[in-house]
């Protein structure tokens, strides 16, 4: 049976803790077999990189391009194995972090169908043998997660990361690229500097948005909106209304 695994994400930054988790991966299931599925879709404060900035940083700590795919739904990667050519004898495996399949906000939940046969998406078998091809099912293997420092200070989330940036000062910032990157990159510097940037500035607006909130919660998103738009420069369109209302959720 061949590997088809797809480690899925928003990574916003692309950190070491994924790096760790990629390098399992390609450990366990051979480099030539894992893809990391990610989207293009931004929001100013919790989703503030582009695909390219996210390429750029997963390509700076030696990931090939040719296995980073731009995906809608990085849980849902079709464009990666719609295409496969051998789909009766690949078995597809959906790498996710242990955080991320804990309690009702789990990535996956499996159970069964209305008729009784098992969903398709399923836990992974202590047996590699008995993997099924992805006509029949799809697998999720649990990446252990790894915790490490920037800075001396615990951040194993991305939301930290972004955090200590946008509080840093110019060394501090310096610091925090060495050691995300192995080295200083002064174009990863200046795409965190650009990107983290425009957070800070529509966190202030919403704080403003937030003291002018009244009863009607829609209009006091709308103008949330507007603000964020502004402190981007850039005209307020609707596909950035429902990415913004969606990863509220999360």
Not at 88 to 99: D, H, M, Q
Not at 143 to 154: E, S
Request: proline share 6%; charged share 25%; glycine share 6%.
């Amino acid at each position: 049976m061949n590997y088809l695994v797809i480690y899925p994400g928003r990574f916003h930054p692309f950190h070491l803790g994924h790096l760790a988790s990629y390098e399992y991966l390609t450990k366990k299931y051979g480099a030539d077999n894992v893809y990391i599925a990610t989207s293009n879709v931004q929001a100013p404060i919790t989703s503030p990189f582009s695909y390219a900035d996210k390429v750029a940083m997963m390509t700076k700590l030696g990931i090939p391009a040719s296995h980073i795919v731009q995906v809608k739904n990085p849980y849902q990667a079709k464009e990666i194995y719609d295409s496969i050519p051998d789909a009766e004898n690949t078995a597809l495996i959906y790498a996710i972090s242990e955080k991320d399949m804990v309690g009702d906000g789990a990535r996956f939940k499996f159970g069964t169908k209305k008729n009784g046969e098992p969903s398709y998406m399923q836990p992974m078998p202590e047996n590699l043998k008995k993997l099924q091809p992805l006509t029949k099912h799809a697998y999720v293997d649990v990446t252990p997660t790894v915790n490490f420092k920037v800075r001396g200070i615990d951040a194993n989330s991305a939301s930290e990361i972004r955090k200590m940036y946008i509080n840093g000062n110019d060394a501090d910032r310096d610091q925090i690229i060495t050691e995300l990157y192995g080295t200083y990159y002064p174009e990863l510097r200046n795409i965190f500097d650009e990107r983290l940037g425009v957070a800070e500035r529509a966190q202030g607006f919403i704080k403003e948005a937030r003291n002018m909130r009244t009863t009607q919660s829609v209009a006091w998103l709308e103008k949330v909106l507007i603000l964020e738009q502004q402190a981007r420069h850039t005209p307020l369109l609707e596909d950035l209304i429902i990415d913004y209302i969606d990863e509220k959720k999360h």
